[in-house]
């Protein structure tokens, strides 16, 4: 087992894997930008490394200075957490030259489906069913019509490099289709340096469905279910909930033996996530992600499983010490995200908490890195927290959720609380009539 990890991220997942990290007996050393000198995770780490300033780009982008410091504290490995290095493939391969562990997946691997027209055709070579689409990347507007027509209006202008809705947009014509080139390769430029994108037929009404796996060195794959995360404005997730009550047992029994066989092909080491979209009992691969998910918790609340202790033994060169005929879903989860945004515009909303409660009792998790009089800064990621509800209904976990959003007490800040709370009162949501589109149709009247 590692005797020190360095923990390349900030925020609640940052909290989250140092917890782990404390329960295996190994030391932890945290870095941070100047703004991020007082956050939870520096407090409680063993040793904190200032990396830089405010900036993403000149901090925890910065790979020189996450290897600096982790040959000055004397770090044998590094987790990447979610978000910024997590799934960059060159971070991954100078970790491993300078002698030390990535907990993640191989550089190769990251390569590959991180580049989503390579993730897409390698599923579809596996036997996994894709969106219909452009075979490749599209060389120019002549091409993207050419493409738009054979598939069929509407269609998804993806970047080849994207994540998180970054250079995704619609185009229902011609004419639309000319705008929606120009900005999904301006987006995806800015976002990824890379301004490749590719086209898929846009599904009218899909669930987005995804599914955790977890795969060792010594051949073992599993999964852990699917979590359904078709709560989304504009591409970002705010409510995650599993099992979903769309995906019948026949279908979850198919989904996971394709996703573990897939796995077992690609001899794929570490945790990952497949997501879907899926539409008319029919699932259509969408990308990988090769990393930990935002989400991760739901899944350890119906399996019992701590994903990230598993993440780590696994890079560490352990076995697993379980199978999937050990794996048992019980109850339901679902989880909401608390973000530092206004609940209509959603404006980033920066800022001095002034005020804060965080729910408890029963069955009511809470993953967070923010207290009272925490500053919220402008420069990253809006996430404050995660409320993470479980029960051994659906019905009882909408519930339960409702009365834990209601103790919710964040002052100073505009959140996304106060929707959440409409959310779980809505109709719609408590029947589980609702698509990837449905949030940004009734925003309004909601």
Request: glycine fraction near 8%; proline fraction near 4%; charged fraction near 25%.
């Amino acid at each position: 087992m590692f005797k020190k990890v360095l923990i390349a991220n900030r925020g609640e997942i940052a909290v989250r894997i140092l917890r782990t990290c404390r329960v295996l007996g190994i030391d932890t050393v945290a870095v941070h930008s100047l703004v991020d000198e007082n956050m939870m995770h520096v407090k409680f780490a063993d040793e904190s490394v200032c990396i830089g300033p405010n900036s993403a780009a000149e901090s925890y982008l910065n790979v020189s200075a996450i290897l600096s410091a982790a040959e000055l504290t004397g770090a044998d490995a590094i987790h990447p957490g979610v978000g910024f290095l997590s799934e960059n493939e060159k971070f991954a391969k100078l970790i491993a030259e300078s002698g030390l562990t990535f907990i993640g997946p191989s550089p190769e691997h990251l390569t590959t489906m991180g580049d989503k027209i390579t993730a897409k055709k390698t599923m579809a070579a596996m036997g996994i069913p894709v969106i219909t689409g452009s075979d490749g990347a599209v060389r120019d507007l002549a091409d993207a019509k050419d493409i738009a027509d054979s598939v069929g209006y509407p269609v998804l202008l993806k970047a080849a490099s994207g994540g998180g809705g970054k250079g995704m947009k619609v185009a229902n014509s011609p004419v639309e289709l000319e705008e929606a080139f120009k900005l999904a390769k301006t987006e995806a430029q800015a976002s990824f340096g890379n301004d490749s994108i590719y086209i898929e037929k846009y599904l009218i009404t899909p669930k987005h469905i995804e599914i955790q796996i977890i795969a060792d060195s010594y051949g073992n794959v599993l999964h852990l279910g699917e979590r359904d995360c078709s709560i989304q404005r504009s591409n970002q997730k705010l409510i995650e909930e599993t099992p979903s009550i769309a995906v019948l047992p026949k279908a979850r029994r198919r989904l996971g033996e394709v996703v573990v066989n897939a796995v077992r092909k690609m001899g794929y080491v570490g945790v990952g996530t497949f997501e879907f979209l899926y539409e008319d009992g029919e699932f259509f691969f969408m990308e990988m992600n090769t990393r930990l998910q935002v989400e991760h918790c739901i899944s350890e609340a119906v399996t019992g499983i701590d994903i990230v202790k598993e993440q780590i033994k696994i890079a560490a060169g352990e076995a697993l010490s379980f199978s999937q005929d050990d794996i048992v879903i019980r109850g339901h989860a679902m989880e909401f995200r608390i973000n530092a945004e206004n609940p209509e515009t959603f404006m980033p909303s920066p800022g001095k908490i002034e005020e804060l409660h965080f729910p408890g009792g029963n069955g009511v998790r809470v993953d967070s890195h923010v207290y009272r009089n925490y500053i919220v800064p402008p420069y990253y990621d809006s996430l404050i927290a995660k409320v993470i509800i479980y029960a051994e209904t659906r019905s009882e976990c909408l519930m339960k959720a409702r009365c834990a959003l209601d103790e919710l007490v964040v002052d100073g800040i505009s959140t996304t609380a106060d929707l959440h709370r409409k959310l779980v009162r809505n109709r719609d949501i408590i029947d589980g009539a609702y698509s990837v589109h449905w949030l940004e149709d009734n925003l309004r009247s909601l």
